[in-house]
């Protein structure tokens, strides 16, 4: 806009008194033509089809679709003189005023944010556009953030899931390749989020992340140095308080790295559940992201398969004990000790900080009448006191993954008392096992008919030709 060519130092911009009229002429129209497209109204014969009126001379009165506010809801200051250069009215981000928000959102209004933000002083900043993204995110505790995107992220080429660790690994490799003249930009316009300095980044040392805890990040002697500590400049943000949140995005455009992965990354690791990354020239790109199967972007979220392993001798007391309840309780077939060790290899277990939380059992049965490949599960168990939590759905999810890996077609179980859970999970019913032509010979002639166990079974549909199959734990959905 205005034919200006924009001015960067260390890769933040700076923001003159026309370049700031420009943002706000910029921000202006891009809410108008927003809050145009979100007015438009229903056609008035599907009114006049669907709306119940008692008298046919009423009029039809057409208010906005949607209902879209905005205001001075960005909290911002100047981001100063650094190094003898004035950046103008460049803002930071300080927060989003999240109380008056939730107050416009529970009168059912849309908010709608841009990159101005004002300050206690009463001026209007150009911030950056996914600062004020990720402090919103965040403060408003979201479920999700979703961030459109260009040629910058699609050329990475990245796969429809990442779990954070991962997406941690894929900047941590951009950072280890920066030269020494970036490395030190950042070190002099980056605060860590505790108001210290960032240390130098060492070439000789890649700074990766360190552990949150939680099984996301790297080792701690691989941690990005920082003042001698171990709290990597991302990885700070889950020891501030969001009072003292200051993410300065622009700084880490030093790295040509695109700001979309960062904000996705840090807004998970603050409290967002998922991120989502959409190109923006994909017709309908947001719907199919958010409602097909698969989407068409890249999810970036905490790992959900985090602790699921190939069980190992050292589990087996624990499998025995997670299955021993609903084998009294005639929920499942018992398993003597010498079954279960015999099966072990066959067993996938979920982990959680040394106690197994959940176990499956997946063998393989050869082909069935139709020609087939048939696994079956069964021993499918999450302890009582984790159920409801999701990490039932995170195994049986796994394991589905496993089967295709290993040629799998069709899965089966067989069960008395839990086919409601796996039929919401697209098993379909088979009838009596024991009867069943569906599965192998030799498994129905291995069936006790007098427990009368129904058959359920899932066929493994085929990945579309423009999804490559990933290992198991590497996607989301089977």
């Not at 438009?40 to 008298?55: D, F, G, L, Q, W």
């Amino acid at each position: 806009m205005r034919g200006l060519e924009p001015k960067n130092v260390k890769g933040y911009r700076i923001t003159d008194e026309h370049a700031m009229l420009a943002a706000m002429e910029a921000a202006g129209t891009s809410r108008m033509l927003v809050e145009a497209q979100l007015s438009k109204a229903p056609a008035v014969s599907v009114i006049r089809r669907h709306t119940r009126s008692s008298n046919t001379s009423d009029e039809f009165h057409f208010a906005p679709a949607l209902r879209v506010v905005s205001g001075n809801y960005v909290t911002s200051k100047r981001r100063g003189v650094v190094d003898g250069v004035d950046f103008g009215s460049t803002g930071s981000v300080r927060f989003v005023q999240h109380e008056a928000i939730h107050q416009q959102l529970d009168l059912g209004h849309l908010v709608l944010l841009s990159n101005l933000g004002y300050s206690a002083s009463g001026e209007v900043l150009n911030c950056n556009t996914f600062d004020v993204a990720t402090h919103a995110a965040i403060e408003l505790k979201a479920d999700k953030i979703m961030c459109i995107t260009m040629d910058d992220v699609k050329s990475l080429n990245m796969p429809q899931w990442l779990s954070l660790g991962d997406a941690e690994a894929l900047i941590s490799e951009r950072l280890a390749g920066v030269g020494s003249d970036i490395a030190c930009s950042i070190d002099e316009t980056c605060p860590s989020l505790d108001g210290t300095a960032v240390g130098a980044i060492n070439s000789a040392t890649p700074p990766v992340y360190s552990s949150d805890g939680n099984g996301n990040g790297r080792p701690p002697d691989q941690a990005y140095l920082n003042n001698g500590n171990s709290n990597g400049a991302m990885g700070s943000v889950r020891h501030q308080t969001l009072a003292e949140v200051e993410l300065d995005m622009d700084c880490w455009q030093a790295l040509n790295f695109p700001n979309a992965i960062l904000t996705a990354v840090v807004g998970c690791k603050s409290g967002v559940k998922r991120a989502h990354l959409v190109d923006a020239r994909q017709d309908g790109g947001l719907l199919l992201e958010l409602y097909s199967r698969d989407g068409v972007g890249t999810m970036i979220s905490t790992d959900f398969y985090e602790g699921i392993r190939p069980a190992q001798q050292v589990d087996l007391d624990s499998i025995e004990g997670l299955l021993r309840p609903l084998a009294q309780a005639g929920v499942t077939k018992a398993r003597s000790r010498e079954s279960l060790m015999r099966d072990l290899h066959s067993f996938t277990v979920l982990e959680r900080e040394s106690e197994v939380l959940a176990c499956v059992l997946l063998q393989d049965l050869g082909r069935s009448a139709d020609g087939a490949k048939c696994g079956e599960l069964a021993a499918f168990c999450v302890h009582p006191s984790h159920r409801g939590s999701g990490r039932g759905d995170s195994l049986l999810d796994y394991v589905e993954q496993s089967a295709r890996t290993r040629g799998i077609q069709r899965l089966v179980l067989l069960t008395t008392r839990t086919a409601d859970w796996f039929m919401q999970r697209d098993f379909k019913s088979a009838g009596c096992a024991h009867e069943s032509h569906v599965l192998p010979e030799s498994r129905r002639q291995a069936i006790d008919a007098a427990r009368n166990s129904q058959l359920y079974c899932k066929e493994i549909v085929a990945l579309n030709d423009t999804v490559q199959a990933a290992p198991a734990g590497k996607r989301i959905g089977f």
